[in-house]
């Protein structure tokens, strides 16, 4: 029997390097767009749905404003399958919009998508650019200036359109591209002066008709409306040192209040009372970080939760809330607050 043969040993093979996973690529939205448009336009095209093909930007206002609701509901709900699919319901109002102006040849959805890709990028030197932007702050103090100097080079164009001014050589206005082509010396000399005088730039357009405050809408929701008024006075430095100051503010307000209504002096100048006590309030959620609207609406919905306890309460009494007095509507008041309470802590 021949000799077994000797197996020469087997060099260890080296480990190969791990590779890392690879994240799955998210999927191209481009096609779902598509075709979520072009459902759009049959809906309003000849044959298509009679309600859809009657409404038009005015009537749909109201529905504008009913999604974006929704859709905060749907992000406290914490159910994602609910959330998507109001951002849809939302999605499709601006579709809806878009679609309408396209009929009538002003505008198209390719258009909107285009100036806001446009917008993120101009807005956005500190990434897309070479500004420097290490902070939030710093990020939302330029994304302003940013905001006046297109609006100001908005009114400079239409001016030269409408042959009342002559074309600006101005700079400080030119396209974000032409702004972008400038050498890195003059960037920064623009940057430095920029912070320098960034106090001056702000007030400058005010003389012209201009204001920080022009973006922000007047048919928005009054609480919304104050929120972002202060807001944007807060960028440039116009905000109060610590909340403190705000609750004396608040304090002096509510005081003046009283005394307006001690000598009973007119409706108008309470209401413009009232309204600084309000217009306080939201500074003060605007310097907590709280969206005074929302905040608003989850005390409406405790107020709500907590009154049908109330009605609970009165029907296990055999009673009506009509038909108990006054001192005893805030004992059941109280009941209530501590059977959401006793839920709550049962959880």
Known sequence: ???????????????????????????????????????????????????????????LRTYLIEEAYEVLDA????????????LGDLLLQVLFHAQIAAEQRRFSINDVIREIH????????????????????????????LKKQERQSKTSNALVGAGLARPSSDSSVAPASNRQAKSEPARRSESESESESEGEGEGEGEGEGGSLLDGVPHTIPALLEAFQLTRKAARIGFDWDNVEGIFDKLLEESTELREVLRKKESPDRIE?????????????????NVDPEIALHKASAKFTRRFR????????????LAEIPRPQLESLWDQSKQRELSKASAK
């Open 1 to 59: 029997m021949p000799p077994k043969k000797r197996s020469s040993p087997r060099r260890k093979s080296k480990p190969k390097p791990r590779r890392a996973k690879k994240t799955p690529r998210p999927q191209d939205p481009g096609p779902a767009f598509a075709k979520l448009a072009a459902v759009m336009a049959r809906l309003r095209a000849p044959g298509g749905c009679p309600w859809d093909r009657e409404q038009t930007h005015s009537t």
């Open 75 to 86: 992000l406290d709900s914490r159910d994602d399958s609910k959330f998507a699919e109001e």
């Open 118 to 145: 446009d917008k993120m990028i101009r807005r956005h030197p500190h990434v897309f650019g070479t500004t420097n932007a290490k902070t939030s702050a710093q990020v939302l103090r330029n994304w302003e200036l």
């Open 272 to 288: 413009s009372e009232l309204g600084d006590i309000l217009f306080v309030a939201v500074n003060l959620s605007r310097f907590l």
């Open 309 to 320: 306890e109330m009605e609970k309460i009165a029907r296990e009494q055999g009673t009506t």
